[in-house]
């Protein structure tokens, strides 16, 4: 059961440089979320999309880039990455009509912004 | 706009006693959800416990409940018969309006032997 499966688990980028977080449910969850954790601050709403080929901004948007162009995939882009960036992302989807609604977690990626 | 609020950044608390973990959230949306996250050292996310906001009743999950006061805005957690395993990270959630979902800042629990 692969559940929801963040890639890569661990990066290191330079000051200025891009990537692309992937986030792959195979749970056929139409809701998808990602956050940020650092210590003292708890998970930080980045963006989330609600259906396939829709976004929307959460707590932290700037900065970062979303795109949902299949509802089993929700890509988390840094275009120019800073320090500030330096966090653990964690990736989650939920089905409200099912169960509790509650959010399912991936693993979570460490990313390092020198 | 949402906010959810955990006062307590750290607690210790003696194997087998029963602990509380607040958590005191704000919204204007009618319709919304609490949930309950754990967070072990390992760092995967559990869901724990969840309440909705017209459930009439507390909700429970084997040692875990929720104590729900919607007029004071508070959805607390009770682990009853604390254990060592229970050591970990807490987070107080809530679903409003457009689905979004925030967490609390958490709350970290040790469990004294």
């Known amino acids: 059961n692969a559940g929801v499966t963040q890639t890569p688990k661990f990066r290191v980028l330079k000051t200025g440089q891009s990537m692309t977080l992937l986030c792959a449910q195979d749970?056929?969850?139409?809701?998808m979320y990602w956050y940020r954790q650092d210590p003292g601050m708890g998970l930080r709403l980045i963006h989330y999309?609600?259906?396939?080929?829709?976004?929307a901004k959460g707590e932290v948007p700037d900065g970062y880039n979303v795109s949902r162009l299949k509802k089993q995939n929700f890509l988390l882009g840094l275009e120019s990455a800073a320090p500030s960036q330096t966090s653990v992302y964690f990736c989650?989807?939920?089905?409200?009509?099912?169960?509790?609604?509650?959010?399912?977690f991936g693993e979570g990626s460490r990313l390092t912004v020198l | 706009a949402q906010k959810i609020t955990q006062t307590q950044p750290g607690m210790f608390v003696q194997e087998k006693e029963a602990v509380t973990l607040d958590c005191t959230y704000d919204?204007?949306?009618?319709?919304?959800?609490l949930f309950w996250y754990k967070q072990p050292s390992s760092g995967e996310m559990i869901f724990l416990i969840y309440?909705?906001?017209?459930?009439?009743q507390n909700a429970t999950e084997g040692r875990y409940s929720l104590n729900f006061q919607k007029a004071r805005k508070s959805a607390n957690l009770v682990i009853s018969a604390s254990q060592l395993g229970d050591s970990a990270m807490y987070f107080c959630?809530?679903?409003?309006?457009?689905?979004?979902?925030?967490f609390g800042k958490g709350t970290r629990l040790h469990i004294l032997p």
């Open positions: 309440q909705g906001s017209y459930d009439q």
């Open positions: 999309s609600v259906g396939e080929g829709t976004t």
């Open positions: 919204t204007s949306d009618p319709s919304y959800g």
């Open positions: 989650a989807s939920s089905s409200p009509g099912r169960g509790d609604g509650e959010l399912f």
């Open positions: 959630a809530m679903r409003g309006g457009w689905d979004k979902i925030i």
């Open positions: 749970m056929n969850h139409e809701y």
